[in-house]
């Protein structure tokens, strides 16, 4: 069933390329991906799948089912489609989308005899306010046994930690005046601003190494000679530790108050998004995608798992069913990254191509593990329950 499965990628093959290619060349930013969503809801519908579109209240997110009413076993492929503000698709989410579709559509097939179910769940917004975030708390992920997905990358590799993060926003509120003729009238919010990254930079020296903070003035006046009465930035604070991330939230907060006291400005805080979680390993899950990515001749390169780390919403989704997010590699040159132009043209061309494909069949083959061997998916349900 296995080379049957793979015969279907590549029967596939055409049709996941222009999937892919067509996000790519129409990239689309968070929570506005109206043609990505009506390209791959067309594509599934059109292959017997039910859907239903505007899932978990996200008009861009969708649920496809395909398989037994009561299914042995119910598998789920996350597809994202969101890309980047002028970058495009630097991230690979054209890709992303392309293998998770892919990979049910070859296993639909065998689904009678497996008697299992496959999902496929269009997750919008991973790069800015995390769409998983929302539909985990709408339910959509209840019931599942397993969620799959693959992230290109500069590297093959298995696990890799993901930061819990909180994004934050700030405003300072002053009192405008003539900068140079009567500077003592005024109340400078820009200077509140410049104080709170002073104080943060100050927390940074007693910060523990998997902890970031970083941010960026979005506000800051409007003309030298007038002093600035409202002033803005955002912030992202990250920490592997979801405890440790609460506990340095509050220490930004009152960095923030502290720089609002010592100008004089009022200061507003508005929390932004919801909370991402960190990700919860399963290395029974792992070792399933490991075995079929190297019977497909591919080597698994892991660095440390806590290195190079950002943050996802696919953290979210680990922490209430078994999830595995491993990474291809784009090119063999592992200088380019995510986020880069040099990565979103690599995305669009030949090796995009390539990592796509392996990313369908290795996906396919580990959920068909999990739907034929229930000793598999006992072992992967056991570690979650226990981690």
């Known amino acids: 069933m296995k080379d049957e499965v793979i015969k279907e990628v590549d029967r596939l093959a055409g049709e996941l390329v222009a999937t892919s290619r067509f996000l790519h060349q129409h990239p689309e930013l968070a929570y506005e991906e109206r043609e990505a969503a009506g390209r791959l809801t067309a594509l599934l519908k059109g292959r017997g799948f039910e859907v239903t579109e505007g899932a978990g209240g996200l008009p861009t997110a969708f649920l496809a089912r395909a398989g037994a009413g009561r299914p042995s076993a119910t598998i789920a492929f996350l597809a994202e489609y969101d890309a980047l503000p002028s970058l495009g698709h630097a991230c690979g989410h054209n890709l992303i989308a392309a293998s998770s579709i892919g990979a049910a559509l070859a296993l639909q097939p065998f ?26 708390k709408a339910g959509l992920f209840a019931g599942i046994d397993a969620a799959l997905l693959v992230h290109p990358s500069n590297r093959t590799e298995l696990f890799k930690c993901a930061l819990a993060m909180r ?76 405890d440790y991330l609460r506990d340095l939230y509050r220490r930004v907060v009152a960095c923030f108050d502290a720089a609002a006291q010592a100008t ?25 995608f490991r075995a079929n990515l190297e019977a497909l001749g591919e080597r698994v390169e892991q660095s440390p798992e806590a290195q190079e780390l950002g943050s996802t919403d696919v953290g979210n989704v680990s922490q209430v069913v078994p999830t595995i997010q491993p990474t291809i590699a784009l090119t063999e040159r592992p200088e380019v990254v995510c986020h880069t132009a040099a990565f979103a043209e690599a995305a669009g061309g030949p090796a995009g191509d390539r990592a796509l494909l392996l990313a369908a069949k290795t996906l396919a083959l580990t959920a068909l593990d999990l739907l034929a061997d229930p000793a598999c998916l006992r072992q992967v349900r056991e570690e979650f329950r226990e981690a």
Request: charged share 20%; with cysteine; aromatic share 6%.
């Open 167 to 242: 994004a934050v926003r700030v405003e300072y509120f002053g009192k405008s005046s003539h900068a140079a003729a009567t500077p003592h009238l005024g109340i400078n919010a820009l200077d509140a601003v410049l104080l709170a990254f002073a104080n943060i930079n100050a927390l940074r020296q007693q910060l523990r190494e998997d902890a970031r903070i970083h941010g960026v003035i979005t506000d800051g006046g409007r003309a030298p000679n007038i002093i600035p009465d409202y002033a803005a930035a955002r912030f992202y604070v990250r920490a592997l530790d979801l």
């Open 111 to 136: 689904l009678p005899v497996l008697k299992g179910q496959v999902l496929v769940i269009g997750c919008p917004a991973e790069e800015k306010g995390g769409g998983k975030i929302a539909l985990v």
């Open 264 to 288: 004089g400005a009022k200061v507003a805080v508005h929390e932004e998004g919801e909370e991402y979680q960190p990700m919860k390993f399963n290395r029974a899950l792992g070792g399933v």
